[in-house]
């Protein structure tokens, strides 16, 4: 089992920043990629971004690259988002989540923290 905890989620205007945070604890051999999503209401869960085990390999979609830099500490077993330049539609819930392989679904997920960014 892994346990992931997300911090640093809040009100920012349009054209800040934020940087959110994923500590995992328990199994951490099972964050080979470590990875960020959001959603909002009514909506499904969308990908964001994602990094491997040794961060030289990251993926975003392409709403947020450029904005957004997702980085890793393993020593720290954290996994961190630098949001720059935020927009209205950034605003929703983020979550971080793990996964043991290099492909394929996500394994475990944390409880989510919010993102609003205002006009």
């Known amino acids: 089992q892994v346990q992931l905890v997300e911090s640093g989620g809040g009100l920012v205007q349009a054209g800040g920043s934020l940087s959110l945070s994923c500590t995992a604890s328990g199994v951490t051999s099972s964050t080979q990629r470590m990875g960020w999503f959001r959603q909002v209401p009514g909506k499904g869960r969308e990908f964001v971004a994602q990094?491997?085990?040794?961060?030289?390999?990251?993926t975003y979609v392409d709403a947020v690259k450029g904005r957004f830099t997702i980085s890793r500490d393993n020593a720290k077993n954290t996994v961190y988002l630098q949001m720059n330049s935020l927009k209205l539609e950034d605003t929703a819930v983020y979550y971080c989540?793990?996964?043991?392989?290099?492909?394929?679904?996500?394994?475990?997920w944390g409880q989510g923290t919010q993102v609003t960014v205002s006009s």
């Open positions: 990094v491997n085990w040794s961060g030289s390999g990251t």
């Open positions: 989540a793990t996964a043991a392989a290099y492909s394929g679904p996500y394994d475990y």
